[in-house]
Structures are given as structure tokens and as C-alpha cells.
């Protein structure tokens, strides 16, 4: 990857580098090639969804693929499909703006009321319930979602007289999305409001004007940019949602104004569909598909992340960040009423005062009671679940594989039989039932996770070190912009890579694709170490190593493709028949995939805390003859170590509920798993398809792993709290 | 911001409430019982070697799948896992055609396209016929006991939204003295690719022509844009009728018998208004097994024949075979794993099984007919 010519990389104030020995050139190209790989890896990942996009893309005419939403990938009659994709973007924008338009307004009155008007302690709790609702995987949700709001919805149509849709379809889907963002609004927008400096607020106060007066004229003026900010971003999640959505949309591919309608989404139609699409192209089409909606939350993302910088290079509110995002026009005007008085005119001290006061007392109410919606979802979801899992909990859901399902007849008998009041049930052929458990999924789901944290922390840890000590040169900013865009990608175009790359390919062809990435940073890397070994004062910053190096990296892929036959011979010699043999569902595709998206988390978590570690340590270190590599060992790194296990668990408790990325990798098992390199079985995936299944059986043990699920999310929050003490949402967002 | 005492209060909350919900209500131990299960016929299954495979397709067999893959796994003892997850007829094809599967479970046979490409993958496919199922029209409607009759053209009707109504007047006269709700009727369709929507469309086509024209058969047929809902797999099609009432849908005979859900009878080709079980099932494939098959794809390979609108007076019009598809080619322990297992589940222990199951057992003569076709498997050391 290249980057423009570029000033010394060190911040001013660093101590001049101290002598290059080679292990702390080794030690500095480890961290520079962790960074950079993650550039390697966006833009695989980019490369990978165009290469595979690209023969629906180019026939887009033919297709008549964004001119219509007919989506025929097997017509009848054996004619040319169709694959209109319009109606997965409607049902895609519909069910965002629905969630916005309810979360926006809800999330900013409760981050108001929070800020503003509750007392520390109220502020503590919801602080704490906010969080929990945004640790709640979302196949939890949509389970919920199925079985209490689409109910709850339905019940509502039949008030006015609409058709009956189980209450499931846009709005529902809608609804779900709300209750999923709202808590990042929140927090969020919580965060800006206690940006707006005091003197402000009490300016306004010492005028005469009220609490709501301050919060309507002063603080929410003042924090606007930031809660646009706030909105672009959760709009990002709201777009990329996949399980949740699927579960309650209606899987219609229709464009359908009616409130009651029926729809899907583009990340609900890829997950039901990519697995059994057989045709090249229609494959290639649903590929397609990521790739819109990547693009599309891309540039919410940039469009937010731009606000942010604006908001915080504004007069007085924090020291200014590094900038991420290009400036665009609208955030330079949606920044300007930082000024509250030039915008609204002098205080309100002209109205009445009686009707301001009852206006004050309405409006704090109205504020508390949002924030009270905010979090009555909580208990619902929490509640619900827990009445209907609790007891679906007993010992064979852990100790038992995944087994037959017992037919509601065998079930009951089961059942009965474990109040002592009937013989225990016997199979079609006579034989005792076995009743299965979930015990090889939930350790499935451990090794899939634990093989994604031994991925991803080494490369997270080592790419924060370099973002951490390169600070603010450009390559550094590039790949700092990078990884948080990584951050928001949805999990599903995540688990569409991890797909195209490690199930359906095949060793020879993965081999070429990382081939490929790894000889070109190998070549960059290589020629800025040699740089610093020989010239270690200007080294690997100078214009010249880094011009040098990307021709190195360009001659390096060069070198791989003359010697590609070779290493065909080669794998073919070596691995025999599996070289060229499809991989299949495997364990590894799914931990790469998480990998993926815990990478962002733990980056910058970890660049976050070592920032924080005081210069004057880092001088010190510098003044005992330390050298980088063992100032940052011995020093930087144990001093932020809290901070970056808490970053750690932050990206475990994110991903332990994951479902869509696994949908399309890790294949799910009946077995106890022994390897993650065959079929293995996962929790949520277990949810997702028991919860939807007719036999009683497997619907309480979805009831029950969701129990087990949202225990150990929520357990690994509040244990996070414990140790770190900070709010959690607020780290963990990948803005 | 935060208080440890309070996250603390929150955690033994929480550690409570895990405690608590993992207390077992009474930890019994089930019964063990290795021997040989009760009566009905044996098969005994030849020594095999350990084998782990994969396989993955139709949902409407992976009820019985589950239960032959655990009852194989204890008569090989132990040796023979095979892991099958219902992922659609369409992945079972594709999934074997690209040998990530050691075979492949279908509700349809292999149209000529796949079967080209699977001859280019790794040569000619064997068929299997596993088990006979229905398809019926699954409904939730309080208040009305008494099974609904319906006609082709009536689902077809129902199906395309040109009847919307419990009590529209065509389904009235099929159903004299019935007291039918005032009601939106809710057509539930599948979203994904399904050989119970190829065997539904399939029926609807041979006896409507407007149907025919309008549709068509397919495993993912065009349905009317805004008419009813879609649901994914089987499982979500019967779990969404449950919870609505009025809605309707097509699923199979065992999932809605396994359910104890309503559904109805259908007039079949000979005017008689039959229900599905087992006798009714049996009878349409014993009707349809002679004859020479002539439509694709059921003529493009052996053991496949098309049930659906079969002739006899007793014959359930809806019915279809679901197949188990393998390259005819087998190697290795692994090849030889599959093959067995399939005689097994297709010998009379087996389909006694799948009988008790809800599905209906091969006819005798076709259970010959298959095991010969097994044999015919090639099996490479």
C-alpha cells in the first residue's frame, strides 16, 4: 500500500531515535507489517467481493439488476434469471429510516435527560442498562422479536382493521432495528452533550432561562453535529443488520408502500440465500448485493466519522484528534452553530415565566419518560427470555450433543417422566429417546471464538503498538482510517469473504490470494527495515524508502505470479488431491471471520490506552537508554495492559453472539467437535435455526441456549465493569 | 462513572440468576438401553471402518435423517458419524456436486443442468429414493374441527390471491354445513428454494392452466408480488402458521402431523376428496411406479418417478419422493459408509422407522428395486 510523501513520523516532542540494533528493527517492521496488513486485508476483502461481483455486475443491464426488484435466480422456465435488487435496498433504506425516526428522537431526549437532569445515581443505572441492551446478540434479538413484538405488532394491525401478517414484515423489522441502535444513539449522543462545555450552561442558567430551555437552546444546538454523527453511525448498523431482520421481515422480495407490508433486505437475502445458490451467477449476484450494502454503509460511516472531526476540532471541547475522514460540505455546515447565541438569538428571559416553568416540568417528564422507553426493552427481552428459557435449562443441554428431535408427543411424555409420572419415552423402533443437548455447539462456539481471539489479538495488539508510536504520520493515519471503516463493515459482507476465501475455494486458490498480499507487504516491509538498519536516524520515514518500498511490493506480487506454476507444482506435490479440493464448511473460515471483525475492537481499544500512558513515562524510559522496542514492551504495554484486556473481552462478548458470518462458514454439526477444521456446530446458530423449528423440543432448547447466550454476554460485560470501570459502550464502538 | 459495588450487586444478580436457572428440576437419569430395540424387522449392517462424513439438504427428511444417522452411528458401533444439516434440496445438490457433501438429500431430482455439471464434477449420480411424503395444505382457523376439503384449482386460487376470503362461496361448496369465518385468508409461501414448493407447483400446474402460465413449476416459483408471506424452510412456513391465525400454507405431511395441525383434504384426479396418510401415499406411488416416466427430470435417471395427480380413488394427489443423490463412484472407507448406510435406511428396518415417523415406507417392490441400484454403486478401495 502506498501513501503520499510524508514528514518524520515522530510527534515533536519524541526523543531522537536511539541507536537501530536489529532486533528493534525486527521488533518496529513486526508492528509496521501488522499495521499494514490490515490495509491488506480491507483491501482484499474489497478485491475479493469486486473480482467475485463482477460477472453480475458487468451484465447489470441484462439483469436489469438496479432498474427493477424482480429477483428470478430460477425462473421456470428455464429463461435468463433476473436479479432485480431493488426492492432488497427499499426494504433495506425503509427499515433504517423506520428505526431512525423512532431511535433518533428517543436516543437523544434519554442522552439528554441523562446528561442534563438526572441525578448521578439514575445516570448510573441506566448508564448500565444502556449497556447491557447493546451487548445483546442479535439473533437474541430477533428471537425475541418473533415470538413477543410480532405478536404485539399483530395484535396492533388488528386494531385498525389490517391484514393479517403474524405481525411480521417492515415495520416489525423496523421496530427491532429501533430497539437495537437506540443504544448507541445514546451513548453517543450522551457523550457529546457532556462535551458542551459548562460555561455555556451556566451562561444560560444565570439568564433566567430553565433546565428544558438550556437543553432546547444551548446544549442540544451545541451538540448537533455530534448527534448527526451519532445517527450516521447507528444508520450504519441498522443497514448492515442481518439476523435480526430475517427473522421478522417476511422474506418478501417486494416494494410495497403499505405500513403492514411485507419485504426483505439485501444482508436477510444474502443470509437465507447464498448457500444454496448453485449458478455462477447467481451467486455472483448475491455478492453483488454485499457490495452495495458495503458501499452504502461505507459512506454513512465516512459521512459520520467527518461530522465527529468537526465536532471535535470545534471551539473548547476536547483536544483535537487526529482528523480521519475527508472534510465534506455539509459537515462544515452542519458544524457551524457551535455558537448557540448567534443562532437563536439572545436568551429566552421574554417569555412568561409561569409557562416556561410548566413547559420545564412537561419536558422533563417527557425526557424521563424516554429514556424510560429506552431501556424498558431491557427488561422485556431480558424478562421474556428468562421466563420461557429458564427452565429449558437443565443439565443435557450441556452434557448432550445435538440430537434426533423428540416428537411433541415423545416430548411431553419426557417431560412428564422427569416429574416422576410416566415411563421415559421410547423411539419409532423402541428404544429409549435420546433427548439432545447443545453441548457440542456451545463448544463449538468456544473453540470458533477462542481460535478468533488467538488470530486476532497478535495482529490487533501489534497494529496498535505501531498506530501508538507512528502517531500521526500518513500511513499510519490511512491505516488508522481503514480499521475503523473496518469496524463497520457489516458481518455478513465479513462472512461473505471468509466464504469466497475458505469454504468455497480451494487450498491452491487461497494459497494464490494470500500469495498475493503477503509477498507485496513482505517486499514494502522488507526494504524499510533495510532502510533503518542502514540509515537508522531518518531510516524507514525517509520519501525515498517508502517510494523504494512500494516498488519493492509491486515487484514482489510480480514474483509471485512468475513463480505461480511453481507453486502449483509444488502444493500439488505436497498436499496431493486436497490441494485443488474444495474446503467446505470449516471451523477456521468462521474464527477468520471473527478474527475480522474483533481486529477493529481491539485496535483501537489498545491504541486508545496506550495513548493515555504519559509521555513523561515514555521520557523517562527514553532517558534510561531504553529503546522503543523496550520502552514499549516494558513500559507502555503494562501500563495500558488493563485497558487492552478490556478491549479484549469487549471484542470477545461482540463476536460470542455473532450468527451471520458463521451462517455462511462454519457449516454446524450434530458431533462433539474435535477440530476446527472440519463442520462444527456453534450456539447461536443453534438459536437461530431451533427457534424457528415446529417441534416443541428444539424450541425450548432455542429458549434455553438463549438463556445460556445472553448469560454469558452479559456476565462478560458486568465482569468487564468490574475490572475496568468504564462505560463500556463507549469503547466499544468502533468510531 | 461507575460504581464497583453496584456492577457487583449486578454480577452475583446475575450469577444468581444463571444458579438458579441451571438448578435441575429433577436430574433423572434416562434409562440405558444398548441392545437390540424392540420388535419389527433387523438388518443387520456389515462391519465398517470409522468414517466421518458430512451431508447436508432437503429439510423435509432430516426428522428421519437424524434419527437413521443416530441409530447407524450405535450399529457401526460407533464407528460410522455422519452429520446431516438440513439446508434446502438445493444445497443438498450442490453441496454434493461440489463433493463438500458425501451425499446429498432432494426432494427433486437433479435437473439436466445440475446433472451436467455434477457429470463434470465427478461423473454420474445415482438416485435413491428414501422416503414417499405428501405435501398439504396446512391452515390455522379457530373454531372450524371438521378437515377443509379443497381442490386443485381451489389452492391454486387461494395460492394466486384470486380467492381471499374463509368463507368465499367456491370453498363453501366443497365444504357443505361448514360454519367458515369471515376472515383474510394469508397465503404463507417458502422463501427459499424447496422441493415441497416443486411438488406443490408441480400438482397446481397439471390441474390449472391458468396456474400453469401464471407460475409454473419450480422449486422457487414466482408468486403473485404482494400476496401472503414468506417464511424460510419448512420449519418457519409451520412455526408461522401456528401463530396466525387464517394464514395457510403448504408443508409436509409430517410436519403437520408431528404438529397435530390442521390441514386438508384434497380432491384428487378421480374426484374423490382424500386426506393424506400413509394408505393414500403408498397408494399414489403404487399407481405411479409402472409407469415410464416422460417429463424431466424425472426421466433423466433410474428409481425416479413423478406422484403427484396419480390416478385411483385412493390415491392422495400431492405426494412426491425425496432422494438421496451420490456420484456413482465411491471411494474409500467413507464411500463405502455412505452406500451402507443407505441400504440400511432404505431396508425394512429402516422404513419401519420412517413409517413410525409419519412418512411413508417404500413399497416393497421398490425397496428391491433400490438395493439393487446400491449395488450397482462403484466402490474404489
Not at chain 1, 57 to 73: H, I, K, Q
Not at chain 1, 105 to 119: D, M
Request: with cysteine; proline share 8%; aromatic share 8%.
Amino acid at each position: 500500500m502506498t501513501a503520499p510523501a510524508a514528514p518524520p513520523t515522530d510527534p515533536p516532542a519524541a526523543p531522537p531515535r536511539p541507536r537501530s540494533a536489529l532486533p528493534e528493527v525486527v521488533f518496529q517492521g513486526l508492528t509496521r507489517a501488522a499495521g499494514l496488513s490490515v490495509l491488506v486485508l480491507v483491501g482484499g476483502l474489497v478485491l475479493v467481493l469486486l473480482v467475485q461481483a463482477w460477472p453480475a455486475l458487468s451484465r447489470a443491464g441484462e439483469y436489469r439488476m438496479f432498474t427493477s426488484s424482480d429477483w428470478v435466480p430460477k425462473p421456470a422456465d428455464g429463461s435468463a434469471p433476473r436479479f432485480g435488487v431493488l426492492a432488497f435496498i427499499y426494504g433495506t433504506v425503509v427499515t433504517s429510516v423506520i428505526a431512525m425516526l423512532i431511535a433518533v428522537p428517543l436516543g437523544v431526549a434519554s442522552a439528554a435527560y441523562l446528561s442534563e437532569i438526572a441525578r448521578p445515581r439514575t445516570r448510573k443505572v441506566a448508564a448500565f442498562l444502556i449497556e447491557l441492551l447493546a451487548a445483546i446478540p442479535s439473533v437474541v434479538y430477533g428471537f425475541w422479536g418473533l415470538f413477543f413484538l410480532a405478536p404485539v405488532v399483530q395484535a396492533a394491525f388488528n386494531l385498525v382493521g389490517g391484514p393479517n401478517t403474524g405481525g411480521n414484515g417492515v415495520l416489525s423489522a423496523g421496530l427491532i432495528l429501533a430497539i437495537m441502535v437506540l443504544p448507541y444513539i445514546t451513548a453517543i449522543s450522551y457523550d457529546v452533550c457532556q462535551a458542551v462545555p459548562r460555561s455555556q450552561r451556566e451562561g444560560s442558567l444565570a439568564l433566567g432561562a430553565t433546565r428544558w430551555q438550556t437543553i432546547r437552546n444551548v446544549v442540544l444546538p451545541y451538540a448537533r453535529p455530534g448527534i448527526i454523527a451519532a445517527s450516521f453511525l447507528a444508520l450504519g448498523r441498522a443497514l448492515g443488520e442481518t439476523m435480526a431482520v430475517t427473522m421478522l421481515i417476511g422474506n418478501q422480495a417486494v416494494i410495497d408502500p403499505s405500513p403492514f407490508a411485507l419485504g426483505d433486505s439485501i444482508a436477510s437475502r444474502i443470509a437465507n440465500q447464498l448457500n444454496e445458490a448453485d449458478a455462477p451467477e447467481f451467486r455472483s449476484a448475491l455478492i453483488a448485493l454485499a457490495l452495495v450494502l458495503m458501499a452504502t454503509t461505507a459512506a454513512f460511516n465516512v459521512l459520520a466519522r467527518a461530522l465527529l472531526t468537526r465536532l471535535n476540532r470545534g471551539p473548547k471541547v476536547r483536544p483535537a484528534r487526529p482528523s480521519g475522514g475527508p472534510v465534506t460540505a455539509a459537515s462544515v455546515t452542519a458544524a457551524r452553530p457551535a455558537d448557540p447565541t448567534l443562532v437563536n438569538g439572545p436568551p429566552p428571559a421574554a417569555r412568561p415565566r409561569n409557562n416556561a416553568q410548566v413547559w420545564d416540568k412537561v419536558m422533563t417528564r417527557v425526557l424521563a419518560g424516554s429514556l424510560l422507553a429506552t431501556v424498558i426493552p431491557l427488561f422485556l427481552i431480558l424478562g421474556y427470555i428468562t421466563v420461557r428459557g429458564a427452565g429449558a435449562v437443565g443439565p443435557s443441554l450441556f452434557t448432550e450433543r445435538s440430537g434426533p428431535p423428540l416428537d411433541d408427543a415423545q416430548y411431553g411424555q419426557y417431560q412428564k417422566w422427569q416429574q416422576g409420572e410416566a415411563e421415559y419415552p421410547r423411539n419409532q423402533i423402541g428404544r429409549p429417546v435420546r433427548r439432545g443437548g447443545l453441548g457440542n455447539a456451545m463448544l463449538g462456539s468456544l473453540m470458533i471464538v477462542g481460535a478468533a481471539t488467538a488470530l486476532a489479538v497478535p495482529l490487533g495488539l501489534l497494529a496498535a503498538i505501531y498506530l501508538a508510536e507512528a502517531r500521526k504520520s500518513p500511513t499510519a493515519n490511512v491505516v488508522r482510517f481503514v480499521t475503523e471503516q473496518l469496524g463497520g463493515v457489516p458481518s455478513i459482507v465479513i462472512g461473505i469473504f471468509a466464504y469466497v476465501l475458505l469454504v468455497n475455494s480451494t487450498l491452491q486458490a487461497t494459497a494464490h490470494i494470500v500469495g498475493y498480499g503477503a509477498s507485496a507487504l513482505a517486499g514494502y516491509v522488507l526494504v524499510l527495515l533495510a532502510a533503518a538498519l542502514i540509515d537508522p536516524k531518518a531510516g524507514a520515514s525517509s520519501p525515498a524508502a517508502r517510494a523504494l518500498g512500494t516498488l519493492a511490493a509491486v515487484l514482489a506480487a510480480g514474483a509471485w505470479y512468475a513463480a505461480s506454476g511453481a507453486v502449483d507444482r509444488a502444493g500439488a506435490a505436497a498436499f496431493g488431491p486436497s490441494w485443488t479440493a474444495q474446503f467446505g464448511f470449516n471451523g477456521w473460515a468462521g474464527a477468520f471471520a471473527l478474527a475480522v471483525m474483533m481486529i477493529p475492537i481491539i485496535v483501537r481499544s489498545a491504541e486508545e490506552s496506550m495513548k493515555l500512558v504519559p509521555e513523561s513515562i515514555r521520557q523517562a524510559s527514553y532517558a534510561l537508554g531504553g529503546s522503543r522496542m523496550q520502552t514499549t514492551l516494558r513500559v507502555v504495554l503494562p501500563a495500558s495492559l488493563p485497558a487492552v484486556v478490556t478491549g479484549i473481552f469487549l471484542a470477545v462478548g461482540r463476536i460470542a453472539g455473532e450468527t451471520a458470518p458463521l451462517l455462511l462458514t462454519a457449516g454446524g454439526s450434530d458431533f462433539w467437535p474435535s477440530s476446527p477444521s472440519s463442520q462444527t456446530p456453534y450456539l447461536p446458530g443453534s438459536i437461530f435455526s431451533y427457534s424457528r423449528s415446529q417441534f416443541a423440543d428444539w424450541r425450548d432448547q432455542a429458549w434455553g441456549a438463549a438463556v445460556v447466550l445472553l448469560s454469558v454476554v452479559m456476565l462478560l460485560n458486568v465482569g468487564i465493569r468490574l475490572v475496568a470501570g468504564k462505560r463500556v459502550v463507549a469503547a466499544s464502538r468502533a468510531d | 462513572m461507575t460504581s464497583p459495588r453496584l456492577s457487583l450487586a449486578a454480577a452475583l444478580v446475575a450469577a444468581a440468576a444463571l444458579l438458579l436457572a441451571l438448578q435441575p428440576g429433577c436430574a433423572k437419569t434416562p434409562p440405558t438401553d444398548t441392545g437390540p430395540a424392540g420388535d419389527g424387522p433387523k438388518v443387520e449392517v456389515p462391519a465398517l471402518e470409522k468414517a466421518d462424513l458430512n451431508a447436508h439438504g432437503s429439510t423435509f427428511v432430516e426428522p428421519i435423517m437424524k434419527l437413521w444417522t443416530e441409530e447407524f452411528l450405535g450399529k457401526t458401533g460407533d464407528k460410522v458419524r455422519i452429520n446431516y444439516q438440513g439446508g434446502g434440496s438445493g444445497a443438498g445438490v450442490t453441496n454434493m456436486t461440489n463433493k463438500l457433501s458425501a451425499f446429498g438429500c432432494s426432494d427433486l431430482p437433479m435437473n439436466k443442468k445440475q446433472s451436467d455439471a455434477a457429470e463434470a464434477a465427478g461423473g454420474p449420480v445415482a438416485h435413491v429414493p428414501l422416503v414417499i411424503g405428501a405435501v398439504v395444505p396446512m391452515y390455522k382457523l379457530d373454531g372450524v374441527d371438521k378437515p377443509l376439503v379443497f381442490s386443485g384449482p381451489l389452492l391454486a386460487d387461494i395460492f394466486t390471491g384470486k380467492v381471499t376470503r374463509w368463507n368465499d362461496p367456491k370453498l363453501a361448496a366443497l365444504n357443505p354445513g361448514v360454519a367458515l369465518p369471515d376472515l383474510d385468508i394469508q397465503p404463507v409461501f417458502r422463501s427459499d428454494p424447496s422441493g415441497t414448493a416443486a411438488i406443490f407447483s408441480d400438482y397446481l400446474c397439471k390441474v390449472d392452466d391458468g396456474f400453469r402460465a401464471a407460475v409454473g413449476t419450480s422449486t422457487t416459483p414466482v408468486w403473485p408480488k404482494g400476496l401472503g408471506t414468506a417464511q424460510n424452510k419448512t420449519d418457519g412456513v409451520a412455526g408461522y402458521i401456528d401463530r396466525s391465525p387464517g394464514s395457510i400454507g403448504f408443508v409436509e405431511l409430517t410436519f403437520a402431523l408431528d404438529k397435530k395441525a390442521k390441514f386438508g383434504a384434497v380432491v384428487n384426479a378421480a374426484g374423490k376428496p382424500v386426506l393424506a396418510d400413509a394408505a393414500s401415499i403408498t397408494a399414489a406411488a403404487a399407481a405411479s411406479l409402472g409407469q415410464k416416466q416422460t417429463a424431466e427430470p424425472y426421466s433423466l435417471h433410474e428409481l425416479t418417478y413423478n406422484l403427484t395427480n396419480a390416478a385411483g380413488d385412493g390415491s392422495y394427489p400431492i405426494s412426491g419422493m425425496s432422494f438421496a443423490v451420490l456420484y456413482q463412484k465411491q471411494a474409500g472407507a467413507k464411500g463405502r459408509a455412505v452406500v451402507e448406510f443407505l441400504k440400511w435406511a432404505t431396508s425394512a428396518e429402516g422404513q419401519k422407522m420412517s413409517a413410525a415417523r409419519n412418512y411413508a415406507p417404500l413399497p416393497d417392490d421398490l425397496q428391491k428395486l433400490v438395493k439393487a441400484r446400491l449395488d450397482g454403486v462403484e466402490l474404489t478401495p
